[in-house]
Protein backbone atom coordinates (compact mmCIF):
# COMPACT_ATOMS: atom_id res chain seq x y z
CA UNK A 1 0.00 0.00 0.00
CA UNK A 2 2.71 2.08 0.78
CA UNK A 3 4.50 1.70 -2.86
CA UNK A 4 1.27 2.46 -4.23
CA UNK A 5 1.08 6.18 -2.05
CA UNK A 6 4.41 6.57 -3.78
CA UNK A 7 3.81 5.83 -6.97
CA UNK A 8 0.97 7.48 -7.25
CA UNK A 9 2.71 11.16 -5.60
CA UNK A 10 5.97 10.17 -7.91
CA UNK A 11 3.09 10.53 -10.66
CA UNK A 12 1.69 13.67 -9.86
CA UNK A 13 5.53 15.34 -9.31
CA UNK A 14 6.50 13.94 -12.99
CA UNK A 15 3.53 15.34 -14.54
CA UNK A 16 4.34 18.83 -12.99
CA UNK A 17 7.63 18.37 -14.43
CA UNK A 18 6.34 17.53 -17.89
CA UNK A 19 7.09 13.71 -17.88
CA UNK A 20 5.27 11.18 -19.36
CA UNK A 21 4.90 8.81 -16.01
CA UNK A 22 1.21 9.01 -15.55
CA UNK A 23 -1.43 6.60 -13.23
CA UNK A 24 -4.75 6.52 -13.91
CA UNK A 25 -7.15 6.20 -10.40
CA UNK A 26 -10.77 7.57 -11.08
CA UNK A 27 -12.49 4.92 -9.77
CA UNK A 28 -12.17 2.01 -7.49
CA UNK A 29 -11.56 -0.34 -10.35
CA UNK A 30 -8.29 1.43 -11.41
CA UNK A 31 -7.37 1.61 -8.21
CA UNK A 32 -7.28 -1.76 -7.39
CA UNK A 33 -5.48 -2.11 -11.17
CA UNK A 34 -3.01 0.30 -9.55
CA UNK A 35 -2.44 -2.08 -7.00
CA UNK A 36 -1.58 -5.12 -9.21
CA UNK A 37 0.68 -2.73 -10.97
CA UNK A 38 2.71 -1.93 -7.88
CA UNK A 39 2.35 -5.73 -7.26
CA UNK A 40 4.19 -6.80 -10.20
CA UNK A 41 6.58 -3.95 -9.98
CA UNK A 42 7.64 -5.17 -6.64
CA UNK A 43 8.25 -9.01 -7.98
CA UNK A 44 10.06 -7.46 -11.23
CA UNK A 45 12.49 -5.91 -8.48
CA UNK A 46 12.39 -8.76 -6.93
CA UNK A 47 13.67 -10.68 -9.64
CA UNK A 48 14.39 -8.51 -12.73
CA UNK A 49 15.91 -5.93 -11.16
CA UNK A 50 18.26 -8.38 -8.74
CA UNK A 51 19.88 -10.50 -11.44
CA UNK A 52 20.44 -7.02 -13.50
CA UNK A 53 22.31 -5.36 -10.51
CA UNK A 54 24.12 -9.04 -10.07
CA UNK A 55 25.19 -8.80 -13.58
CA UNK A 56 25.99 -5.09 -13.48
CA UNK A 57 27.73 -5.10 -10.50
CA UNK A 58 31.23 -4.54 -11.78
CA UNK A 59 30.08 -1.58 -13.13
CA UNK A 60 27.94 -0.53 -10.60
CA UNK A 61 31.51 -0.52 -8.61
CA UNK A 62 33.11 1.80 -11.20
CA UNK A 63 30.30 4.18 -10.80
CA UNK A 64 30.08 3.66 -7.29
CA UNK A 65 26.61 2.50 -7.18
CA UNK A 66 25.04 5.49 -9.13
CA UNK A 67 24.46 2.43 -12.11
CA UNK A 68 22.18 1.17 -9.72
CA UNK A 69 19.60 3.64 -10.46
CA UNK A 70 19.17 2.98 -14.08
CA UNK A 71 18.92 -0.91 -13.21
CA UNK A 72 15.90 0.44 -11.19
CA UNK A 73 14.67 3.04 -13.84
CA UNK A 74 14.71 -0.30 -16.48
CA UNK A 75 12.64 -2.46 -14.38
CA UNK A 76 9.86 0.70 -14.03
CA UNK A 77 9.71 0.88 -17.72
CA UNK A 78 9.21 -2.65 -18.29
CA UNK A 79 6.44 -2.46 -15.50
CA UNK A 80 4.92 0.22 -17.00
CA UNK A 81 4.81 -1.38 -20.26
CA UNK A 82 2.16 -3.60 -19.05
CA UNK A 83 0.13 -0.40 -17.99
CA UNK A 84 -2.00 -1.97 -14.86
CA UNK A 85 -2.41 1.32 -12.93
CA UNK A 86 0.49 3.13 -14.47
CA UNK A 87 2.57 4.24 -17.58
CA UNK A 88 5.10 6.23 -19.45
CA UNK A 89 3.35 7.73 -22.39
CA UNK A 90 7.18 8.97 -23.40
CA UNK A 91 8.74 6.58 -26.01
CA UNK A 92 12.76 6.00 -26.43
CA UNK A 93 15.40 8.61 -24.90
CA UNK A 94 12.36 10.77 -22.70
CA UNK A 95 10.79 7.61 -21.76
CA UNK A 96 13.74 6.40 -19.77
CA UNK A 97 14.14 9.72 -18.40
CA UNK A 98 10.31 9.69 -17.57
CA UNK A 99 11.35 6.59 -15.52
CA UNK A 100 14.70 7.42 -14.06
CA UNK A 101 13.33 10.31 -12.47
CA UNK A 102 9.78 8.36 -11.70
CA UNK A 103 12.01 5.61 -10.18
CA UNK A 104 14.34 8.43 -8.22
CA UNK A 105 11.00 9.80 -6.72
CA UNK A 106 9.66 6.75 -6.05
CA UNK A 107 12.38 5.64 -4.13
CA UNK A 108 12.59 8.92 -2.32
CA UNK A 109 8.92 9.33 -1.35
CA UNK A 110 9.06 5.38 0.21
CA UNK A 111 11.53 6.42 2.29
CA UNK A 112 10.32 9.29 3.60
CA UNK A 113 6.69 7.56 4.30
CA UNK A 114 8.27 4.78 5.40
CA UNK A 115 10.33 6.75 8.39
CA UNK A 116 6.59 7.67 9.79
CA UNK A 117 4.98 3.96 9.71
CA UNK A 118 5.66 2.12 12.76
CA UNK A 119 7.72 -1.11 12.18
CA UNK A 120 5.28 -4.37 12.66
CA UNK A 121 8.43 -6.25 14.55
CA UNK A 122 7.98 -3.13 17.70
Same mark, same amino acid.
Given at each position: ???????????? %???? @??????????????? /? =?L? %??V? @???FLNATLGKILK? /? =???LSCITLGLFSLAVNAAVLYV???????FEIDDQG??????A?????LISLINGALGVFLPDEKD
Open positions: MLLAVSVFAASV %LCQS @LNLGFKVRVQDIGQA /I =TL %LGA @LLSI /I =TLPAASFKLGFQGFIAFVASL
